[in-house]
């Protein structure tokens, strides 16, 4: 499967943006989805996961309560709403597929290109 990841942007602190990732393939809702995300200078770090019908999902203590995961399979689509953003936030994201679901970047057999998102205090 292939994945394109979009929607990343400059915005205020306490702004939203709606993050996409897109994928290929019509085997799409076979896998669990996630997103990490990667500041300069550090490693890259979960933000969430999301099951394969979307009724499961996991959120790392730093996003929990302002971010959201949702996905449509009839679009092959996930998205990741964002709130209340902070300059922290600020990192490029990338989502990720796989069949089981991890907390770590590694063991994710598809990625997609990252997206930039970058919160202006």
């Known amino acids: 499967v292939q994945l394109q990841a979009s929607g990343g942007g400059l915005v205020q602190a306490g702004g939203s943006l709606r993050l996409s990732c897109a994928a290929s393939?019509?085997?799409?809702?076979?896998?669990?989805v996630g997103w990490f995300r990667q500041a300069p200078g550090k490693e890259r770090e979960f933000v969430a996961t999301?099951?394969?019908?979307?009724?499961?999902?996991l959120y790392a203590d730093s996003v929990k309560g302002r971010f959201t995961l949702s996905r449509d399979n009839t679009k092959n689509t996930v998205y990741l709403q964002m709130n209340s953003l902070k300059p922290e936030d600020t990192a490029v994201y990338y989502c990720?597929?796989?069949?089981?679901?991890?907390?770590?970047?590694?063991?994710?057999?598809?990625w997609g290109q990252g997206t930039l998102v970058t919160v202006s205090s």
């Open positions: 990720a597929a796989n069949s089981v679901i991890l907390r770590t970047p590694s063991g994710w057999d598809y």
């Open positions: 999301i099951g394969r019908s979307g009724g499961s999902t």
């Open positions: 393939g019509r085997t799409f809702s076979m896998y669990v």
